[in-house]
Structures are given as C-alpha cells and as structure tokens.
C-alpha cells in the first residue's frame, strides 16, 4: 500500500470508522492489559497499578480519552505508521504495505476489527491525568 493509500484509509478511518461494532471496554482492557496480545504496556504506561513494568518509550495511555477522539484512537491502533512512517508502534490492523513482517504474520492483523474497537472503547474511559 502507498503512502497516498494509507493517508485515504487513515482519514476515513477518521471520519467514519467502523459504523457496525460498539466496542467493549472491559475486553480492551484486558487487551491493553495482555503482555501476549496488545503488548501495549511494553511501551507505554497508564493507571494500572497491578501491572509491573511499564514502558516509557511512548506516551502515557492516562488521558487517552481526553486527549483524543474514537476516530483518532482508532487511526492510531489501526495504521499508526501510515499516520507516522517513522512510529515504532505496531499497525494493529493492518496488514498490507508493512515492512519487516515475520513470515508466520503476514497478511493477518495483530488485532481484529472488534478487538480494536474493544480498546478504543477502553481508552476513551481513561480520560483522568
């Protein structure tokens, strides 16, 4: 995929996303939360006390809600680096135009359409500092 294809996808996925899933907080959650599945704590950190380890090579996920829409969550999990070619975050759902894919990968997404709506449903919960 281009970059002109990715940046017409992510701004769709801006405007529209997906009008047939309501996602579920408490599953995003435990996907944020899963060091096998979101493996979103390796980066960032957030206001989950029970979990070791957090990373800090990216922003806190504490104000996620506050901080930005459900369209502009979902680009982000979705294409992060057609939003940013030089975002080391993983394109949650994508599967085309990525580099570096190991074998066993490719052309599956890390995470369904209904997972991603899970955690953007979960992140826009977080909207304290």
């Not at 380890?53 to 506050?66: D, I, K, T």
């Not at 074998?103 to 992140?123: G, M, N, Q, S, W």
């Amino acid at each position: 995929m281009t970059s002109s294809a990715r940046a017409v996808l992510a701004l769709a996925l801006l405007v529209a996303g997906p009008a047939w899933a309501q996602g579920d907080a408490a599953r995003g959650r435990a996907i944020v939360t899963n060091r096998q599945k979101g493996l979103c704590l390796l980066c960032h950190s957030g206001p989950f006390p029970e979990e070791r380890f957090q990373g800090n090579l990216a922003p806190s996920l504490a104000g996620a809600g506050r901080r930005w829409t459900a369209a502009a969550l979902r680009a982000r999990i979705t294409d992060s680096q057609g939003l940013n070619p030089g975002s080391i975050m993983p394109s949650y759902g994508a599967v085309q135009g990525l580099r570096d894919v190991a074998p066993a990968f490719r052309d599956k997404p890390i995470l369904t359409e209904a997972e991603i709506e899970d955690v953007v449903a979960f992140l826009l919960t977080l909207d304290d500092e």
